[in-house]
């Protein structure tokens, strides 16, 4: 199928990894919530732990991994 058959590029990557008889589908989207202000900050060392400087932007998942009692977390 060619550019002009399917309306797609043919160097996409889309187009590259495409397998005939099976349909298009959007396996993910990535959605980041615009930030408010960048008036409060986490320190250095809080935003390295994680992952985001912004503390509007840190949305926390719970843990279900029990780490060794020498591990700092």
Not at 10 to 23: I, Q, R
Request: aromatic share 12%; charged share 25%.
């Amino acid at each position: 199928m060619t550019e002009k058959e399917n309306g797609i590029p043919e160097n996409t990557a889309d187009a590259l990894f495409h397998k005939p008889g099976y349909p298009r589908l959007r396996l993910a989207t990535a959605y980041v919530p615009p930030q408010m202000s960048a008036r409060e900050m986490f320190t250095l060392r809080e935003a390295l732990q994680k992952g985001t400087l912004f503390p509007e932007l840190y949305r926390p998942y719970p843990h279900h991994y029990k780490y060794p009692q020498d591990c700092e977390v």
